[in-house]
Nanobody, 122 residues
Framework: QVQLVESGGGSVQAGGSLRLSCAAS????????MGWFRQAPGKKREGVAS???????NYADSVKGRFTISKDNAKNTLYLQMNSLKPEDTAMYYC????????????????WGQGTQVNVSS
């Protein structure tokens, strides 16, 4: 029922910015939390940021102060603003969701998008 579709990935130089979007459809319960994950070649998937129903947020230490997660309830869209990008941010970024009141980074989300690639060159 729930479908998540990411967009906004691309290639940028170190220090640049990108904004990822995740369009959600089939969500009927307002108690729906979302998050962003990423996976680089040869590494395990890691949680990046999360946002709960009350708009409270959590971030991985590696991106805190550089990335901002937000949502537009009217458009049913999740965003990830990424500033001061570093080569180590290069990865496939995934959008995730779950019916819950509160979530955190690395929460076991139920729904996943197909991913959008982010490449940061030095």
């Amino acid at each position: 029922q729930v479908q998540l579709v990411e967009s906004g990935g691309g290639s940028v130089q170190a220090g640049g910015s990108l904004r990822l979007s995740c369009a959600a459809s089939g969500v009927t319960n307002l108690r729906f939390c979302m998050g962003w994950f990423r996976q680089a070649p040869g590494k395990k998937r890691e949680g990046v940021a999360s946002i709960s129903s009350d708009d409270s947020t959590n971030y991985a230490d590696s991106v805190k102060g550089r990335f901002t997660i937000s949502k537009d309830n009217a458009k049913n869209t999740l965003y990830l603003q990424m500033n001061s990008l570093k080569p180590e941010d290069t990865a496939m970024y995934y959008c995730a969701g779950v019916y819950a009141y509160r979530v955190w980074v690395e929460y076991p989300f139920d729904y996943w998008g197909q991913g959008t690639q982010v490449n940061v060159s030095s």
